[in-house]
């Protein structure tokens, strides 16, 4: 049974059962097509490179800093720095965070319901007919202009998630994750590895390892996009980490379970890359095809193109998107739990009217996004909330917790967080240092960027 303090609130299991629920809830979408995507428009190698710097110089550095937070207030974000920082207004640093993730979870859920739709389609065998790109194409356009099964697929993974955040910290996020997270490991090593046993699949693995860094040059926003996909991909600025840590016993060893969320969040990315590019390119795929693509087109579009000339190919085609179901069912019950935490803490809710009340919510911000619904000729609202809160609202928000751990509650409080059982972990000195100044000034180099970017229209 749960650990459960004065307040009620719950307590993760065990270490294990942690790092796996928050491995889930950084793990997703961002991973298994932002990180492929994002490779195939920067210059493959060169840009996982740089990927990967920078998770270490600047994503488990606000890692480290969101979880001690948490740690060390026992709260949901907004009480978090109303605990650490009263009479201040640091709280709506939370307050952000727990609007962003509203707002995300309502779009990421219709991405989702794409996925359940796409392994309905797969489990019916419709990519084992020789789709052309255009044929492709028109599925999933086929897809998204039918409000009515897209409203229903994101209704159905709601749903799902909601049930899941019901059960609770222990009884419901962290068994569920203890069963999708290996599932989820087993089937990706296994596409991966089958991946890479294709006829000509040595072209996507050089594309993916063989640095060079000249491409930089020839794409010279691929460190800009690498900082970011660093930050986005490990699930920062939205309070996810945070509340996560707040369930987290005071003797487990903090830094070195962030290292392992790490590892395995870029682990994952990676080889989500191995699965999808030697694939593409055994089956005669172009890097000028990949970097033409849009985003979405990857996994919805290009994929299913090769799925029928792949050995077992319908089996393939059902487990990715099996692996795409999972990594958006774990991220999206991370962010549920950010918002049920919030009015649980603040407000002193049951956990079951939160999950109920705030999941329908969000459920009715996802309606629109399902619906297609254009603000103007050339901007849909689902591309409007994005735009907000995925570009530039969680970058704000790790932009105040880095500001905030750096000179309001002081590294050496969070040190003295992270240590508070005699635990040792080298390097933390070093990374007062990056949180204090380096973090913070990457990401607003980031955000400066891509305002410029949006201003400008470069």
Not at 3 to 19: D, E, M, N, Q, Y
Not at 78 to 87: C, E, G, I, Y
Not at 375 to 393: D, E, G, Q, R
């Amino acid at each position: 049974m749960a650990a459960i303090t004065g307040s009620g609130r719950g307590k993760w299991g065990s270490s294990l059962g942690f790092v796996l629920a928050a491995a889930g809830g950084a793990i997703g979408l961002g991973n298994i097509w932002g990180f492929p995507y994002t490779a195939a428009q920067s210059g493959g190698a060169a840009f996982v490179a740089l990927y990967l710097i920078c998770v270490l110089l600047i994503g488990l550095p606000v890692m480290f800093a969101e979880l001690s937070i948490g740690r060390a207030s026992e709260s949901s974000p907004v009480t978090a720095f109303r605990k650490l920082a009263p009479r201040s207004l640091w709280w709506l640093v939370g307050a952000q965070g727990v609007l962003s993730g509203f707002a995300i979870l309502a779009f990421y859920s219709v991405v989702a319901g794409w996925a359940v739709g796409y392994l309905v389609k797969a489990i019916m065998g419709e990519f084992t007919q020789g789709l052309s790109l255009d044929a492709a194409e028109g599925t999933f356009r086929q897809l998204i202009e039918s409000p009515g099964l897209v409203t229903l697929w994101t209704a159905v993974f709601f749903v799902a998630g909601i049930l899941i955040v019901q059960g609770g910290v222990h009884r419901g996020i962290e068994r569920t994750c203890k069963i999708l997270m290996p599932l989820f490991f087993v089937l990706l090593i296994g596409l991966a590895c089958r991946a890479m046993t294709l006829s000509g699949a040595g072209k996507g693995v050089s594309f993916l390892f063989n640095v060079d860094f000249s491409k930089i040059w020839e794409h010279p926003k691929v460190i800009l996009n690498a900082l970011s996909q660093a930050f986005f991909s490990m699930s920062l600025g939205m309070g996810a980490m945070l509340t996560y840590g707040s369930y987290l016993s005071k003797k487990e060893n903090l830094p070195w379970a962030g290292v392992s969320i790490g590892l395995a969040d870029t682990a994952i990315a990676v080889l989500a890359g191995l699965m999808i590019f030697p694939a593409f390119f055994a089956m005669g795929g172009t890097t000028e095809t990949l970097a033409a693509s849009q985003e979405e087109a990857l996994v919805f579009v290009v994929l299913p193109t090769i799925f029928d000339q792949l050995p077992a190919g319908q089996l393939f085609s059902i487990a990715f998107y099996v692996l795409l179901v999972i990594a958006a069912l774990t991220s999206s019950i991370s962010l549920l739990e950010v918002i049920t935490a919030f009015f649980v803490d603040e407000l002193g809710w049951k956990r079951k009217r939160a999950v109920w009340l705030f999941g329908g919510a969000s459920f009715l911000l996802a309606v629109p996004c399902a619906l297609n619904l254009k603000i103007t000729p050339n901007l849909s609202f689902m591309s409007l909330l994005i735009l907000i809160f995925f570009k530039y609202a969680l970058l704000i928000g790790g932009f105040f917790i880095c500001l905030f751990v750096g000179w309001a509650w002081k590294p050496r409080a969070a040190i003295a967080e992270m240590t508070r059982e005699g635990q040792k972990f080298p390097g933390l000195p070093v990374w007062g240092f990056l949180i204090r100044y380096i973090c913070p000034l990457v990401i607003a180099i980031i955000i400066i960027n891509q305002l410029w970017t949006a201003f400008s229209g470069s």
